[in-house]
């Protein structure tokens, strides 16, 4: 009697290894197209805001940035002021390399007059934790190369991570579901990205005798070569580039290692204004907190900077 071919065991286990890994790979795209259609569908939120400044703004001024940014530009103030169109994409918590990458992304599209970046000095030093934070960008590495340089520096893994279509999404299901629900304009509205806080600081922070740690930071000339790049294509596109500190409640003087930084951005030919630690805003009634102008501030601080624009801009 002829007996029937039987493949071995271990043939047997790899097939249905590749079957497992076959679903898995299915399992993944249509979950990871299903989480990148309502990402880029939301009609509210912080990541609507990212989406709508890199690919939908037409805004002849735009303000990229940190928190700071987010909460110290008012469009109202600037589109009175300037007679030109204005949006505020800053977004919390993210700082110069994503901003490189915002600027990428909205110059594949057009081109806009003025470019204001809101920058804290320290942003320049070396963090690991600012390379983290790219994780932001994951959901648009495959839109523009600059983009996917910077996700790049994050870790050695991000191209093998990207093979799955979820990882770009998977910290954001929350934020995406939330995103794409009616209630949630209603429950934090933007004024054109500006996102205002009406607090007010009740009393005098504690002010810190020594801060002198932050001289021990190393520059991170990778971000330095970002900075000098962003003041280049502005350059080369004929747009106004305006580099600004904006106001923070004096904790502690200038350390050395803030002068030097300070130094270098004005010494690099940047249009680099500062007004960290100007007088006229060290009044508590100025600020939510210490890093953060409320709207009060926040008015009085974008008609100090419209004037300043307006008149460079009449220069030109």
Not at 89 to 99: A, H, K, V
Not at 291 to 297: D, S
Request: aromatic content about 14%; charged content about 20%; some cysteine.
């Amino acid at each position: 009697m002829k007996r029937s071919f039987r493949p071995p065991p271990l043939f047997r286990f790899f097939k249905k290894g590749i079957i497992l890994l076959f679903i898995i790979g299915i399992l993944d795209l249509i979950i990871g197209r299903t989480l990148q259609h309502f990402y880029f569908t939301q009609e509210s939120g912080l990541l609507y805001r990212t989406n709508y400044a890199m690919f939908e703004t037409m805004a002849e001024a735009v303000v990229l940035g940190s928190s700071r940014a987010n909460h110290h530009y008012v469009p109202s103030v600037f589109e009175e002021c300037l007679g030109m169109s204005f949006y505020n994409s800053g977004r919390d918590g993210n700082f110069l390399l994503y901003n490189w990458a915002v600027l990428n992304a909205i110059l594949d599209r057009y081109k806009p007059r003025i470019i204001i970046l809101d920058i804290n000095p320290n942003e320049l030093y070396y963090s690991a934790n600012s390379y983290e934070r790219l994780a932001t960008l994951l959901p648009y590495v495959k839109f523009n190369k600059e983009i996917r340089n910077l996700v790049w520096k994050r870790s050695m893994l991000e191209p093998i991570k990207l093979l799955s279509s979820i990882y770009p999404y998977n910290s954001y299901l929350l934020t995406i579901a939330i995103g794409n629900l009616d209630f949630n304009m209603q429950r934090k509205s933007d004024d054109q990205g500006y996102i205002p806080l009406y607090k007010e600081m009740v009393r005098k922070p504690v002010v810190i005798e020594n801060s002198d740690f932050i001289n021990d930071q190393a520059v991170d000339f990778y971000k330095v070569e970002i900075l000098e790049r962003f003041n280049e294509l502005c350059e080369r596109e004929n747009i106004l580039f305006y580099l600004v500190s904006s106001p923070t409640y004096c904790l502690h003087n200038n350390t050395s290692g803030e002068i030097d930084i300070k130094k270098m951005l004005f010494d690099n030919k940047l249009n680099y204004k500062d007004f960290s630690r100007i007088e006229v805003f060290q009044n508590i009634t100025f600020f939510a907190d210490a890093g953060h102008l409320n709207h009060y501030g926040a008015v009085a601080f974008s008609g100090m900077v419209c004037d300043s624009l307006r008149n460079e801009n009449q220069e030109r």
